[in-house]
């Protein structure tokens, strides 16, 4: 009850394409965080979603929280390099929005 | 500001030998967390803390420990160092304001246990 399911594992992407990973839970959340981290580096806050049904935009990212707030995804439009890395979504953890449980990461690879 | 800082970026541990993993945050967060990462896996909560003084178990607390004698620092003791806690270790702390959940990241301990 305390996981959240990301999907793909993997994906690679020809530069230019575009990208979604999903992150699935089968109870309802009270937000949802999303992470990215590069090769060789330390995760990164990109975004936290709070409202039922809530689309945030950063760039060529856009995020989504589901109506019933039990999932969640990531969509990049046309990928570049720089995008390369591991997108984590990430759910509280028991009844604190202080602690996280995250997915196991979409390892996204872009091809130049 | 530095952010995180975490101190040392590569260990090697022999089995049964103890370390330290220091954290330290300029931020002035109350809320501050180690995590481990196994190679592509996600990260796991090992202990986290929500002041100075106060600390608490996460996921995987088993073969750590953690003290939190200020806001600022939060090492992460290692005991009998077991091949099994091979892995990179993330110190994150996160702001004190009500509806400011993100949490910010040092640049990790890659520690290897032989």
């Known amino acids: 009850g305390q996981q959240v399911m990301q999907i793909p594992q993997y994906q690679h992407v020809q530069e230019g394409e575009d990208f979604t990973t999903y992150c699935n839970s089968s109870t309802t959340l009270s937000n949802i965080q999303w992470y990215k981290q590069r090769p060789g580096g330390h995760p990164v806050f990109l975004i936290q979603l709070v409202k039922s049904g809530e689309v945030k935009k950063q760039k060529r990212l856009t995020f989504q929280f589901g109506e019933a707030k039990k999932n969640s995804s990531l969509h990049i439009t046309a990928t570049q390099t720089t995008d390369v890395g591991t997108y984590f979504c990430a759910r509280p953890r028991g009844g604190s929005a202080r602690q996280l449980t995250f997915g196991s990461g979409t390892q996204l690879t872009v091809l130049p | 500001n530095a952010g995180v800082t975490q101190t040392p970026k590569f260990r090697i541990l022999k089995i049964g030998q103890s370390m330290t993993l220091q954290c330290t945050q300029d931020m002035n967060h109350n809320y501050m967390y180690w995590y481990r990462q196994d190679p592509g896996m996600g990260l796991k909560l090992i202990y986290y803390s929500v002041g100075a003084g106060i600390t608490d178990k996460g996921e995987v607390p088993n073969g750590y420990n953690v003290s939190r004698s200020t806001t600022e620092d939060f090492p992460l003791r290692l005991e009998l160092a077991a091949p099994s806690q091979t892995s990179v270790y993330f110190c994150?702390?996160?702001?004190?304001?009500?509806?400011?959940?993100?949490?910010?990241f040092g640049p990790g301990t890659r520690l290897t246990v032989t």
């Open positions: 994150a702390s996160s702001p004190t304001r009500d509806t400011a959940y993100e949490q910010y």
